[in-house]
């Protein structure tokens, strides 16, 4: 199985990230039979630096998006299993074969997982990747979606579960359809370093379309939202409740007076359903002012999924 692999990366103006992630497939202990770049609409040097690195290149006449530029590559692909990763990744030297070894020892078609590491020791990048890693820590061994930041999956299970899609969520969609054919078996130990958002602004950005994707697939699919995601949607859904019951308790301190204690209530179920968390923060080694920051720093994070929420909705009734 292991020798017939094709590496499959979309990428946007990349040029910098991508020298890395490509250096990084060069160090694997199983080597890759192609990989394979799509170009998707570059403005910059993505295209040459591929070239120059020896992968295959695909190029888009325009930016199509991620789920388009997968679906091009595989299109170029030889390979009877696909491994796809993002052009801001670093994948660790036994990357392919942690994913192989886990296909052939447990007889299973597709595993993903998620990320072991941020690429830039800044504050931010540091708090996304605690917070993914919080989000993660529980997944079990079997489940019904995939990040496609990290996902080897054979070309049979690939084809039956439609393959991506050019959609909003392409990579929760197609787990989904995968997992009523096959097992997928998500790998905790296995993940990706990642180039996380630089700036807050591009971070609660990231978060609002994430939510909006979700929502969109939630509403076409209902069925996906009680499968075994690769995500704690319990802790996400009590947070978001808290978050909401304080935006409604902000304008009834001015209209009622019963406001204010409905504010101080919304705030402390805040801090109450935030503890968990910002615990597993403290153990990660942030400071005492870094998690006060942090705090606020996931309030806005939890306003940009309540937005991206609402905007899922209207997505999907016009679209």
């Not at 990230?17 to 199983?30: H, M, N, R, V």
């Not at 388009?68 to 670093?90: E, L, W």
């Not at 007889?107 to 890693?133: H, I, M, P, T, W």
């Amino acid at each position: 199985m292991h020798k017939d692999i094709s590496v499959i990366i979309p990428a946007y103006n990349a040029e910098e990230d991508l020298k890395e992630c490509l250096a990084s497939l060069k160090k694997q202990t199983i080597k890759p039979k192609e990989i394979i770049v799509v170009d998707d609409g570059s403005t910059d040097s993505t295209a040459k630096v591929a070239e120059e690195m020896g992968a295959i290149v695909v190029k888009n006449d325009r930016n199509v998006g991620r789920g388009q530029a997968r679906i091009n590559g595989v299109r170029k692909a030889s390979g009877t299993v696909y491994a796809f990763t993002d052009a801001d990744c670093i994948v660790p030297e036994k990357w392919l074969e942690n994913a192989i070894d886990e296909m052939e020892k447990f007889n299973v078609e597709a595993v993903s997982g998620y990320y072991c590491g941020a690429k830039r020791d800044d504050f931010l990048s540091r708090l996304q990747y605690a917070d993914c890693s919080y989000r993660q820590k529980d997944i079990p061994k079997e489940v019904n979606t995939i990040s496609s930041c990290n996902f080897v999956v054979t070309k049979e299970a690939y084809e039956a579960g439609g393959g991506f899609q050019p959609v909003l969520n392409e990579d929760m969609e197609l787990g989904y359809w995968i997992s009523k054919k096959y097992k997928i078996h998500w790998l905790h130990n296995n993940g990706v370093v990642h180039n996380f958002r630089n700036s807050l602004w591009k971070y609660l950005k990231q978060q609002e379309f994430f939510a909006r994707q979700v929502m969109n697939s939630y509403l076409k699919f209902p069925e996906i939202f009680f499968s075994q995601s690769n995500y704690q949607k319990r802790s996400i859904i009590w947070e978001l409740i808290s978050i909401l019951l304080l935006i409604v308790s902000v304008p009834l301190i001015f209209l009622s007076d019963y406001g204010v204690f409905l504010f101080i209530f919304a705030i402390l179920c805040s801090i109450f359903l935030k503890t968990d968390i910002l615990r597993f923060f403290k153990e990660k080694g942030f400071s005492t002012k870094e998690i006060y920051v942090s705090y606020f720093i996931l309030l806005m994070r939890d306003c940009a999924w309540i937005i991206g929420l609402f905007n899922g909705v209207i997505y999907t009734i016009l679209s």
